[in-house]
């Protein structure tokens, strides 16, 4: 069954980096759209990088622009390698795939989540 898997959270002290890693299983991203989100308890989920299927254009958050790279890795692997954390990053952080154009509109895997604890 179709799914995506992240990798990569962990402890890391403030102004540290950590590599998340989001790998499809059964599918690739060719014809995806890929989100990285992020959740704290007791808030809404958070968007906060994006890169299109077509590679013309990423984006992010305002609280993490300059600190966070998303990369297309392969047709596998999307990478957000999160630099200069804060302990305001802490959070569940989500993979979430999107289908673009044809038959993939409307075709939508999320990722359990991978938790990224920053400490002070």
């Known amino acids: 069954q179709a799914h995506v898997v992240e990798f990569g959270g962990g402890l890391v002290q403030s102004g540290g980096s950590l590599r998340l890693s989001c790998t499809a299983s059964g599918f690739d991203f060719l014809n995806y759209d890929i989100n990285w989100y992020r959740q704290t308890q007791g808030k809404e989920r958070e968007l906060v990088a994006s890169t299109a299927t077509g590679g013309i254009s990423t984006t992010y958050a305002d609280s993490v622009k300059g600190r966070f790279t998303i990369h297309r890795l392969n047709h596998l692997t999307v990478s957000l390698q999160m630099d200069s954390l804060k302990p305001e990053d802490t959070a569940v952080y989500y993979c979430?795939?999107?289908?673009?154009?044809?038959?993939?509109?409307?075709?939508?895997?999320w990722g359990k989540g991978t938790l990224v604890t920053v400490l002070t």
């Open positions: 979430n795939a999107q289908g673009v154009g044809n038959a993939y509109i409307g075709v939508e895997y």
